[in-house]
């Protein structure tokens, strides 16, 4: 459906003294063309491939309102090899992407979770996300900007980049995901279980506070921090894993940041034969701005090529 058939339907409301909005019922648009959103649908969207599986792209532009008032799960889904961008305007559930399909969301405000599932591909610059963050399967995410008011979740095969924004609560990564953090600020907890990684080269940690664990790896699962100097419970820590189980460590990233958390090696699977998570230390000297910049490129082209 065309923005002009849009606007046609929104001014037969009008001429019948009803509110300028679809009616409220599942709404597929799936023509292989592109459509601009940027009024009130009282509507759950879905947005598929058109005939012959040509993509189909919506656009949602500031003044999108997308309410759907009797849904208690998707605002927008996105599925097949169809595309959603996001410039701004206000969603009121969560938006979910499927298959090969891609999500980008550069504004506006989303009352509850972003989704992302098999292959899809996520890149979020700035909005509001009133919950969680999360991707599956063998789907990637950048997260340049913006702010995740709980949790930011890599699962399974997926991968993550983090080089800014804002996470209120938890860094996750689950079974064998992997997330890249050189930028941002990560409120919380950052966690790896199962055999996930975490490469930690620049942002604020715990600049909420509010700590289970703080920096915690179980099962086969690493996190690796780079910087020029670390320091475990005050005192300065060799470079390389970590023999300690639990404790305060603190430095400097290399990006320059300085911060001070707990970590902890949490043990997982049976007790007769536990899998303790690793913590390791690189040394590595804060670069450059241009060698830095180069870097935030190289995690952007290793994350395309991990799918």
Known sequence: MTRSAYTALALAAASLALPAALPTMALTIDDGGTTVIDSTIDDFIEVADGPGGLPTTVIFEPGANITDSDSVGDTVFVTGNSSVVINGGQFFEDITALDDASLT??????????????????????????????????????????????????????????????????????????????????????????????DIFGGQLGTVGDFDNGIASGGDSVIT???????????????GSISQEFGTISGTLSDGSVFSVPFELVSEGPFFRPRIGEIVLVEQAIPEPTTLALLSLGGVTLLRRGR
């Open 105 to 198: 969301i550069n504004g506006g405000a989303i009352g509850n979770d972003v989704l992302g599932f098999s292959a899809s591909v996520l890149t979020v610059t700035g909005c509001l996300i009133d919950d969680d963050l999360e991707v599956f399967d063998d789907s990637s995410l950048t997260f340049s900007g913006g702010t995740v008011t709980d949790n930011l979740t890599v699962e399974d095969d997926a991968t993550g980049l983090v080089t800014g924004g804002i996470v209120g609560n938890d860094l996750e990564a689950v079974g064998n995901a992997s997330i890249t953090v050189l930028g941002g600020s990560i409120g919380s907890d950052i966690e790896a279980v199962g055999n996930a990684t975490i």
């Open 225 to 239: 921090l780079f910087g020029p100097e670390f320091q475990i419970n005050g005192s300065p820590a060799a470079f």
